[in-house]
């Protein structure tokens, strides 16, 4: 069975400095994978996904991810971070069997003045 | 613009009422999904429809009913089985491919009087 794990519930950065957000799954076929950002009392919307093709995947607002399979990692990262960009991350990855979508438990970020 | 409605905002229920919560998509996608949001829970499904009068059970449907009877429309009954309902519901909606991201809607956050 597919599952996501997100290491950090909770993670903490300065602005201006590295965002780092961690994703390992596990499957049994190549998965597609997702990067969502969720803001407070609102829905998911769509950072990045990674299909097939180039690993090192571009997103909105500055995000991209990269996807290692020998890792089994698909890791979020962002240069350079902003007050903006406080928000819950979630990553997922999509059963091609089931079509049905495995979410992470999520990653809140703060970002400290 | 196409997106995914959800209504109501807040919505609460008193002991031994069921409530339906709506979601409405015109993004022509046939897969809909319902996911509950408890906090450092991640989202967890609760039932999911690839097509026009047919769903399947989630994780988490024991307490839940739906209905499918249009492409559009995917609602959601909290029963009073359910016994502990306050959470944040989304619906998702996609196309039934598994490579293309879920759409969200904003939820609706339904509380106990």
């Known amino acids: 069975a597919q599952s996501v794990t997100q290491l950090g519930s909770h993670v903490s950065v300065s602005e201006g400095a590295l965002v780092l957000l961690r994703c390992n799954y596990s499957s049994s076929v190549p998965p597609y994978l997702f990067w969502y950002v969720q803001y407070p009392n609102q829905g998911l919307q769509l950072l990045l996904k990674?299909?097939?093709?180039?690993?090192l995947v571009k997103g909105i607002n500055g995000f991209e991810a990269e996807f290692k399979k020998s890792e089994t990692s698909f890791h979020l990262t962002k240069p350079s971070a902003h007050m903006s960009d406080a928000a819950e991350y979630f990553c997922?990855?999509?059963?091609?069997?089931?079509?049905?979508?495995?979410f992470g438990t999520g990653t809140r970020l703060k970002v400290l003045a | 613009d196409g997106g995914i409605t959800q209504s109501p905002k807040y919505l609460f229920r008193k002991e031994g009422q069921n409530v339906t919560l709506s979601c409405e998509q015109n993004l022509n996608h046939d897969a809909m999904y319902w996911y509950r949001q408890d906090p450092g829970q991640g989202l967890r499904l609760i039932y999911y429809?690839?097509?026009?009068?047919?769903?399947q059970k989630g994780d988490i449907a024991e307490g839940y009913s739906v209905s499918r009877e249009k492409k559009e429309s995917f609602p959601l009954t909290v029963t009073s089985a359910q016994k502990n309902p306050t959470a944040f519901y989304l619906c998702a909606s996609s196309v039934v491919e598994g490579r293309q991201p879920q759409h969200f809607g904003d939820g609706t956050r339904l509380s106990i009087l």
């Open positions: 429809s690839q097509i026009v009068n047919d769903f």
């Open positions: 990674y299909t097939t093709g180039a690993t």
């Open positions: 997922a990855v999509s059963d091609q069997r089931t079509y049905k979508y495995i």
